[in-house]
Each structure stands twice: as structure tokens, then as C-alpha cells.
């Protein structure tokens, strides 16, 4: 048997819509908001996920 580490990587997306000056302005707006918890995305946010996997351990100093 061989030891992997296998990453899980799980993107979560919200749409929000807001009114704004500028591009710039919307996302700063958002940004803040997010960081102030107005908005938690969860589970129901769920877009996709990928596994990836790296070499065996031992195998990892021989890629070079």
C-alpha cells in the first residue's frame, strides 16, 4: 500500500445583486458585507467539487 494525500476542493456560489457606482464599488459592497456575515453560503451553494491526488510519498522526490 502507498500513502496519498488527496485534496478536496468544494466551490460554494451566491449571486447578489446590488446598486452601485461602479464595478469596483459593487464588489467592495458585497465584500464588506460578506465579511460581515450578511451572507453564508452553505451546503445549498454547493457548485462542484474535484479531488486531486499527489504522488505516493516515496514517489514524491523521485519526480524531479
Known amino acids: 500500500m502507498k500513502t496519498y ?3 478536496i476542493t ?3 456560489r451566491m449571486e447578489v445583486e446590488v446598486e452601485a457606482s461602479s464595478r ?5 459592497l ?3 458585507r ?5 451572507y453564508i453560503l452553505d451546503a445549498d451553494h454547493l457548485k ?17
Open 10 to 12: 468544494e466551490t460554494l
Open 34 to 38: 460578506w465579511n460581515n456575515g450578511a
Open 5 to 7: 494525500i488527496v485534496t
Open 30 to 32: 458585497v465584500k464588506n
Open 48 to 64: 462542484g467539487v474535484t479531488f486531486s491526488a499527489t504522488p505516493p510519498i516515496r514517489e514524491r522526490g523521485m519526480e524531479r
Open 24 to 28: 469596483f464599488d459593487a464588489e467592495l
